[in-house]
């Protein structure tokens, strides 16, 4: 299985940014697919998360109302559209695939992680 993330960059505040997530070795439309990011010295942080068919999402606070995550099934990608960045969005982020224990994800894959850096 592989993922690989591409798109980061550096990017102003205020500005956007599309990241994409390319998987390989399963089958996509049956693995919940993620984002998080993990900046120098903090923990990683969970972003974003799409089911299955790309219907149900799930954005977390921090970046609600500016980040976006979407899914092509039909070229296994998963998408991280991102709007209005900040400077404290700078971070390595990761896509991840996983599945729903009845309520309890469990991230069953990782891609490599590409590097957003905002600028002030």
């Known amino acids: 299985v592989q993922l690989q993330a591409s798109g980061g960059g550096l990017v102003q505040a205020g ?15 049956m693995y919940i697919m993620g984002w998080f990011r993990q900046a120098p010295g903090k923990e990683r942080e969970f972003v974003a998360r799409t089911m299955w068919s790309g ?11 500016r980040f976006t995550i979407s899914r092509d099934n039909a070229k296994n990608t998963v998408y991280l559209q991102m709007n209005s960045l900040k400077p404290e969005d700078t971070a390595v982020y990761y896509c ?3 599945r729903d224990y009845s309520g ?3 991230w069953d894959y990782w891609g490599q992680g590409t590097q957003v850096t905002v600028s002030s």
């Open 104 to 106: 309890t994800y469990s």
């Open 15 to 29: 500005g956007s940014l599309r990241l994409s997530c390319a998987a390989s070795g399963l089958t996509f439309n």
């Open 96 to 98: 991840a695939a996983g």
């Open 55 to 65: 219907s149900s999402t799930y954005i977390s606070n921090s970046v609600k109302g």
